[in-house]
């Protein structure tokens, strides 16, 4: 195993199955020293997932910034990060985790970003969920598109018929109707 170029693990685009995790998990401890940027941007990552990687990320050395977006993770893992970030030791030097274009991660927990902050106080800004990404103009135009296209897949089921009740709704929509089991 060789030093990653230019510092960056970049496996985005590849969906990663369980067997791909270990292999990656022993790459990134066997490199630690190298690495300052991990790239796992629509890998089909989901939060059972991020957990198995997580000892090993969070215990590069070097790491400043950690690309999530574009996967399966939900607002549950959101709690396992901040957690994992309370801990100076853990993300020594991580100034940048990018959790966009997720499940249902629309801001970031004030404790995480404080967590960030602490790691990089020559930093004025703090990263907000809509400042992820590199076109961050169009991402806000693109914002109420997206709405728009959600609303429009949550109102029928693929063949066209309407949804019943309680089918397609977020959680907040469906209130305390369906017990969270």
């Not at 970030?85 to 990018?98: A, E, G, H, Q, R």
Request: proline share 7%; net charge negative; hydrophobic share 30%.
């Amino acid at each position: 195993m060789g030093k990653p170029q230019d510092n960056t693990v970049d496996l985005s685009g590849i969906p990663l199955t369980l067997k791909d995790l270990e292999r990656v998990t022993s790459y990134l401890q066997h490199s630690s020293e190298h690495i300052d940027t991990v790239e796992l941007c629509f890998t089909e990552l989901t939060d059972e997932m991020l957990l198995q990687l997580l000892p090993a990320l969070c215990g590069l050395p070097h790491l400043t910034t950690l690309s999530l977006n574009g996967n399966r993770l939900t607002k549950a893992i959101l709690r396992d990060l901040t957690e994992t970030l309370k801990d100076p030791k853990k993300f020594p030097s991580v100034t940048w985790i990018d959790l966009g274009n997720n499940v249902d991660i629309f801001s970031l927990p004030q404790p995480f970003l404080v967590s960030l902050k602490r790691r990089c106080p020559k930093q004025g800004n703090l990263p907000t969920i809509l400042e992820f990404g590199e076109g961050q103009v169009s991402d806000l135009e693109n914002q109420d598109g997206l709405a728009e296209s959600q609303e429009d897949l949550r109102g029928e089921k693929g063949d066209g018929t309407p949804l019943g009740k309680g089918e397609g709704r977020t959680v907040e929509e469906q209130g305390a109707e369906t017990p969270q089991t």
